[in-house]
């Protein structure tokens, strides 16, 4: 195997990105970027931090994330399964980014920036469901936000090629693997969907 290590190297199997490319990004929402965020129920967080990189799912009913100002965003963060692996990563070393995806759409949204984690008051209220609230919000500053052209969501059929769960493992299946059958994954899934209506918020 040959293995790429420098950027020369790198740079010569790839030609100079195009102007809408570079163009496109920007350091702060603008009404076209800010009417994608509004519409985006569903984005992929990513932190890094001393262990390595951490990429995870976040959703909500409405608007995954609400717009401060053109530069700053709030994500809530809802019940989980408490490793908060994201919101360590935060604490200790800043940078995110995070990837909005709307079924249908086969463009994305990503944001690079910076976040900060807070469990203010007045800040969680404004996220009450069901008379929850969250126990930490997570800020973010924005430094990049740009378009992500459709080839990878088009290459992937990712909206048009229906249902493909069918025959997957389930999470209770895994467990019982890699427990060697100590946790009892049919009881789990059979409980999953009671614990996960009584835990959503």
């Not at 994201?86 to 944001?111: C, E, Q, T």
Request: aromatic letters at 6%.
């Amino acid at each position: 195997m040959n293995w790429i290590t420098t950027l020369d190297d790198l740079h010569s199997h790839y030609s100079a990105p195009g102007e809408a490319a570079t163009v496109k990004v920007t350091p702060h929402l603008t009404p076209a970027y800010r009417a994608w965020i509004d519409r985006s129920r569903f984005c992929i967080l990513t932190t890094v931090g001393p262990e390595g990189t951490d990429a995870s799912p976040r959703g909500d009913e409405g608007p995954v994330v609400t717009v401060l100002d053109q530069q700053t965003l709030a994500l809530p963060d809802w019940h989980g399964n408490n490793r908060i692996d994201s919101l360590r990563n935060i604490v200790r070393d800043g940078r995110v980014s995070l990837l909005f995806l709307i079924p249908g759409a086969n463009n994305a949204l990503r944001i690079n920036g910076g976040a900060r984690l807070t469990g203010d008051d007045s800040l969680r209220s404004r996220f009450v469901r069901d008379g929850k609230t969250p126990r930490t919000v997570i800020v973010i500053r924005i430094a990049e936000v740009y378009s992500q052209c459709a080839r990878a969501l088009i290459r992937s059929a990712l909206w048009t090629s229906g249902d493909q769960s069918h025959g997957l493992p389930s999470v209770g299946d895994m467990l019982r693997e890699i427990t060697e059958c100590r946790i009892d994954g049919q009881a789990y899934d059979a409980d999953w969907p009671t614990r996960a209506a009584t835990t959503m918020w």
